[in-house]
């Protein structure tokens, strides 16, 4: 059975550091490309950041370049989203998703979220 967990929000002063984790099981993680998405109340769900299945090339969204890093082991099927220099406007509810195409089939996988609420 497909699960991607995610782990690592809370609340957090701006300036600050948070590492989202997302830890994937029952499928082949090495082959999917791995993304963060993050939704805020009353917006639509947005891309924060995506990473290649080799780990070889990544992009982000504007809002989030050079504050944000995404990594993956796949030794460890393991996506992190390192976020540095938070701002309030980051706060959102952040998933983990996980796609790919293959043999005209799209597989598309999704984990319940993590809040991460940046507040003074």
């Known amino acids: 059975q497909v699960q991607l967990v995610e782990s690592g929000g809370g609340l957090v002063q701006p300036g600050g550091s948070l590492r989202l984790s997302c830890v994937a099981s029952?499928?082949?993680?090495?082959?999917?490309?791995m993304s963060w998405y993050r939704q805020a109340p009353g917006k639509e769900r947005e891309l924060v950041a995506r990473?290649?299945?080799?780990?070889?090339?990544?992009n982000y969204a504007d809002s989030v370049k050079g504050r944000f890093t995404i990594s993956r082991d796949n030794a460890k099927n393991t996506v992190d989203l390192q976020m540095n220099s938070l701002k309030p406007e980051d706060t959102a509810v952040y998933c983990c998703?996980?796609?790919?195409?293959?043999?005209?089939?799209?597989?598309?996988?999704w984990g319940q979220g993590t809040q991460v609420t940046v507040s003074s």
């Open positions: 998703n996980a796609f790919k195409t293959a043999g005209g089939y799209q597989f598309d996988y």
């Open positions: 990473i290649t299945s080799t780990g070889g090339s990544t």
């Open positions: 029952g499928f082949t993680f090495r082959t999917y490309a």
